[in-house]
């Protein structure tokens, strides 16, 4: 399956707002260099569609952009909190793993204070970076599950 980043998006401290960027480094077995949430765990990397903010009231949407959704990456359409736990992702010469699909939402959370749902946790993904490398806004985003022998 096939898609492309529309947005990406970083924050220097945990909790804010992140800032909207044109491109990132992915670095192996740590995420993206520069955001807040990278480090040697689990959830390095989270993406999430267009297809969960399209959910959101269009009046809220009109005062929003994308690094309100707390994702470092944003797909076109693509449902991909549908995706299976080990999905593999290429973007470019880098690939990543989804490792978690959604989270446990704190009352507290910025997208919902900003959006009145909690859409990132519940449809974000969490992923780890298996090889770095460079990504764009426009580049491809190819999804695939690694076959097994």
């Known amino acids: 399956m096939k898609s492309y980043i ?13 800032n909207e960027v044109s491109n990132v480094i992915l670095k192996e077995n740590w995420g993206i260099i520069g955001d807040a949430h990278a480090g ?6 989270s993406m999430l569609s267009t297809k969960s903010i399209e ?21 076109k359409d693509v449902i991909i909190h549908t995706l299976p736990i080990g999905t593999k992702v290429k973007i470019n010469d880098a690939e990543l ?11 507290d959370n910025l997208v919902r204070r900003l959006t009145g749902k909690c859409i990132t946790p519940e449809e ?26």
């Open 40 to 45: 040697n765990w689990h959830r390095q990397v």
């Open 55 to 75: 959910k959101i009231d269009k009046e809220k949407l009109k005062t929003l952009s994308y690094g309100d959704f707390a994702a470092n990456i944003i797909v």
């Open 6 to 18: 529309v947005s990406l998006n970083i924050s220097e401290k945990r909790g804010t707002r992140k």
């Open 97 to 107: 793993e989804i490792t978690q699909i959604g989270k446990a939402c704190e009352k």
């Open 124 to 149: 974000g993904v969490f992923l780890k970076v298996l090889k770095g490398g460079r990504i764009n806004v426009g580049d491809e985003i190819i999804f695939y599950a690694e076959e097994k022998i």
